[in-house]
């Protein structure tokens, strides 16, 4: 980015600003708060300092996030368009994007966040009253196009030869007539779509909204899910989010006190396992690839009911997504406790987003597990004996319970469940 950024801009939910201002606060101290309205924040960067690279990812409810360029507010469309061309000349992006922000909570008289016929109408006006680029002085890579700039469908935030190409022309629609103007690095995939938008459509045979979810959630995370693999979803009824990972060809275990939609039931790649989870033998667990778990409990019950999961011995996902309620804004604060603890189980790479489809919720994916070594117990007497002493008398095998002597053979001892 330029080196005379002074501002960023993020967007979120209507709802999460101040979640993101407290995230803010901790994430990046030297941004100072400037200017908001619903959906959309600006920051001052404090003199003299800088930012780390991955700022932005690193905040949980920034939906995006660049440098902030200025705000237009012309009279006519022509004047706004001249003025958004006038603030991007010194950026050498190969990409527009053009988006509205929030006009309401997600969810509110069915609100759904994302682009607009007004956006989509702004991003081809400004495309069509681009200045024409001299192909002597601009960069190699604006040269690439006649226009110097693709719109944003030109990515379809897969597309890998968009990697070469490092900004992208941000132009947020905050009013009709009110446009910000700014730039952004295109690091992840998520910074490759429009307001990090979700381009998920949800399908006419979708039974809940939860394929949006799902769909975006594994977009962003990059899990490798492969076709013929087993997901277990906790939490899985009535089943769009089952649905949608049937369309992809894994195998899924629906996890569940409540009813199935009979679309899912009638698909032989389901097994409705109809319990709560902690009724079901933890051995159904063993062999799964993937676990996603979406119920309507507050964090720490969700963390609790996928702990005593992960836990057992022989259980060994590639990677876990979770849905956690912010049933009080207030949990937003204790975000980063949440993924410390998720850590704790032998998880290495944690990481957090509100998805552009999560309601008062937010999404985490985590990966990369190695056992954690066994904490030795603890409490008074309670020193782990040498090999050696842990022998029994009865069987003289370790792992069995001193002086108990115990016909048969020893079992392994079980984790306690926590839900
Ligand atoms: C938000 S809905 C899940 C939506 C679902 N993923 C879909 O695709 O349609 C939450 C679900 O969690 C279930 N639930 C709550 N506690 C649970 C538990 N301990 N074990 C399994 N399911 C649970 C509820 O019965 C409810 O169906």
């Known amino acids: 980015m330029p080196e005379s950024a002074l501002f960023v801009y993020v967007t979120c939910q209507v709802g999460a600003e101040p979640a993101l201002k407290n995230e803010v606060a901790r994430v990046c101290p030297a941004l100072r708060f400037a200017f908001s309205r619903p959906g959309f924040l600006t920051f001052k960067l404090a003199p003299h300092a800088s930012l780390p690279e991955n700022w932005s990812d690193r905040l ?3 939906r995006a996030a660049g440098q902030c360029l200025g705000k237009v507010q012309g009279t006519t469309p022509e004047n706004r368009a001249r003025t958004v061309w006038e603030l991007l000349t010194p950026v050498p992006a190969t990409e527009l994007h053009v988006w509205p922000r929030d006009r309401y ?8 966040p994302g682009l607009t016929a007004e956006s989509q109408e702004i991003e081809r006006f400004l495309l069509s009253q681009r200045p024409a680029v001299s192909t002597e002085s601009a960069p190699a890579e604006v040269q690439e196009s006649p226009a110097g700039l693709r719109p944003a469908g030109a990515a379809d935030g897969t597309n890998p030869s968009v990697s070469e190409t490092p900004l992208v022309a941000d ?50 995370s990059a899990f490798p899910l492969e076709a013929g693999q087993t997901v277990v979803e906790i939490g899985s009824a009535p089943g769009g989010a089952s649905q949608y990972l049937l369309s992809r060809g894994l195998k899924v275990i629906g ?16 097994r409705h396992i109809r319990k709560r989870s902690k009724e079901v033998p ?5 062999g799964v690839d993937w676990l996603t778990c979406d119920v309507n ?21 590639k ?17 980063p406790k949440f993924l410390s603890r998720i850590r704790s189980w032998g998880f290495r790479d944690v990481t957090a987003r509100q998805l552009h489809h999560n309601r008062q919720e937010i ?57």
């Open 105 to 112: 909570t997600p969810g509110y008289r069915d609100y759904e």
């Open 363 to 419: 999404c985490v994916a985590a990966t990369g597990f190695k056992a954690p070594k066994p904490h030795p117990p603890s409490g008074a007497g309670a020193r782990r004996p040498s090999a050696s002493k842990s022998k029994t008398r009865s069987t003289g095998k370790p792992g069995s319970r001193p002086g108990k002597p115990r016909a048969g053979r020893p079992r392994p001892a079980k984790p306690k469940p926590q839900d």
């Open 282 to 286: 933890r051995s159904e667990f063993i």
């Open 60 to 62: 949980v409810f920034a």
């Open 171 to 220: 132009v947020i629609v905050v009013e009709p007539e009110e446009w910000w103007v700014g730039c952004h690095k295109l690091q992840t995939r998520v910074s490759r779509l429009p307001g990090g938008l979700s381009t998920a459509q949800l399908p006419e045979t979708a039974v809940s909204r939860a394929w949006l979810k799902m769909e975006e959630a594994v977009n962003w």
């Open 319 to 335: 990677g876990l997504l979770l849905t956690l309620k912010l049933v009080e804004w207030s949990l937003a604060d204790e975000i």
């Open 297 to 317: 409990l507050p964090p720490n019950y969700t963390l609790d009911t996928v702990k005593a999961i992960v836990a057992h011995p022989g259980v060994r996902f």
């Open 255 to 270: 996890v569940d006190p409540a009813e199935m939609a009979p679309a899912v039931l009638a698909d032989p790649q389901f």
